[in-house]
């Protein structure tokens, strides 16, 4: 079963009590222990269609919905928050999550998950799909805190950062804090993305065939699932628990090594400066910027030539020395690209 051809395996009506979370709802409800549902997006197509495939083991519905149409979540103007727990997966493009009113960049291969209390919606700007897989608290206890192991390897999940998360959010333990872990490929390569992907397709083609001993595999899968997304070697799992300033302040690091160093810092530079993988500082600069490391350090970069011109007398060819350029004609096109115009051109733009 391919699941980024699955929209055109399984149909079905629209649901209004499925979609209703699509109109301006700001809680929305479990309606099992598991439920699974793709979200396909093509802004860019005249009709902006946005697709929805629902799996879960009562029914499978596939709906389509036309830029006017009145479920259609591009109408949606509130953050929302639910009653089971949120694990993003994102299988093609990127995806931009408001997060309590925070812009976030999801790209191909990451994975968030979220407590109930987290208040969010995903923007629909960008061409994407993603998998939303909505887990009932009740599954999550039976999985993590209701275990009675045959085997002592199987304890050796206990004390985690996934394990502690879901500790730490249901039941008894259960604060109401405001969490979600960012889960961020170490490598990037096709091979994590590729296992990842692995577990989900496993998982609609047992939704869609159930047999006896499917619940049994289900959660099996599950457990696969987030101990491969333990895994350090993997994935750089990320705590984010608002009201403290650990995400931004990764962020503010990169920002204030990039501004010394005139943008010019490698990413391996970085990550030996700052003690992160270059993959999650990359991700990290995406989600608070937009931009690619490289492009955010070539922006502050330009900046810094554009001001060098404005305010100094130094010719082009020692600014760009100055700048750690060692190809003037690299220099000269970077900077054409930013603003338009050469060097000479933009300095002389003040006397004309």
Known sequence: ??????????????????????TDATHYRSRGAIDLTFETVHPDQEEGNIVFALISPKQSVLTVMPKDHPMNPIHRSVLHSHDFFELLFVIRGEVYQNIEYERHLYTKGSLCLMNKNIHHSEEFSTDYRALFVMLSKELVQSLFLGQDYLF???????????????????????????????FIPIDESKECYDRMYSYFERMVTIFLSPDLGSSFEI???????????????????????????????????????????????????????????????????????GL??????MNICMKEAAKLLDSTDMNVAKISEHLGFTNRSHFYSIFREHYGVSPAQYRKRDSD
């Open 292 to 297: 690619s490391l490289f492009d955010y350090g």
């Open 1 to 22: 079963m391919d699941i980024s051809n699955l929209f055109f395996t399984t149909n079905g009506p629209v649901d209004p009590e499925v979609y209703e979370s699509y």
């Open 152 to 182: 002592g390897e199987e304890k050796k999940f206990e004390g985690n950062q996934v394990f502690e998360f879901f500790r730490n959010n249901t039941g008894s333990n259960d604060s109401g804090a405001m969490e979600y872990l960012d």
């Open 219 to 289: 959660r099996s899968l599950l457990l696969e699932l987030f101990e491969t997304l333990s895994d350090s070697g993997s994935y750089s799992t990320i705590p984010i628990h608002f009201g403290s300033e650990t995400e931004l302040g990764i962020f503010n690091q990169v920002r204030n090594a990039l501004v010394s160093t005139n943008g010019r810092l490698s990413r391996s530079d970085l990550s030996k400066r700052l003690n992160y993988s270059g993959s999650y500082l990359n991700s990290l600069c995406k989600k608070y910027s």
